[in-house]
C-alpha cells in the first residue's frame, strides 16, 4: 500500500514538475560540476511517463477494488 502510494505521489510530481523531478535525477546521475543538457523531448517522455504511472496505479486500484466486490457477492450468495 505505501509503495503504490509513492508510486503515485511520483507520478503526480513527474506529470507537473518533469523539468525538476529529471534535473534532480540527472544531477545524481552525473560525476562532477560539468553541466549535462538534456534535449526537450526527454521532459516530454518523462511527463508521458507520469501519466502511464499514475493510470496504472489507479487502475491496479480499481480492480482490486472490484474484485474484492466480487469476492463479498460471493460470500453473501453462498451464505444464503
Known amino acids: 500500500m505505501v509503495l503504490r502510494t509513492l508510486l503515485l505521489v ?3 510530481v513527474e506529470f507537473l514538475r518533469p523539468r525538476q523531478l529529471v534535473d ?3 544531477r545524481l546521475a552525473v ?3 560539468d ?3 538534456l534535449r526537450e523531448w526527454v521532459y516530454s517522455i518523462a511527463r508521458l511517463e507520469g501519466v502511464v ?3 496504472w496505479v489507479l487502475g491496479n486500484a480499481l480492480r482490486r477494488a472490484r474484485s474484492s ?3 463479498e ?3 453473501v450468495v453462498d451464505a444464503a
Do not use: K, S, T
Request: charged share 25%.
Open 10 to 12: 511520483l507520478g503526480v
Open 24 to 26: 534532480f535525477w540527472m
Open 31 to 33: 560525476r562532477g560540476d
Open 35 to 37: 553541466p549535462v543538457e
Open 53 to 55: 504511472i499514475v493510470l
Open 69 to 71: 466486490d466480487d469476492q
Open 73 to 75: 457477492a460471493v460470500a
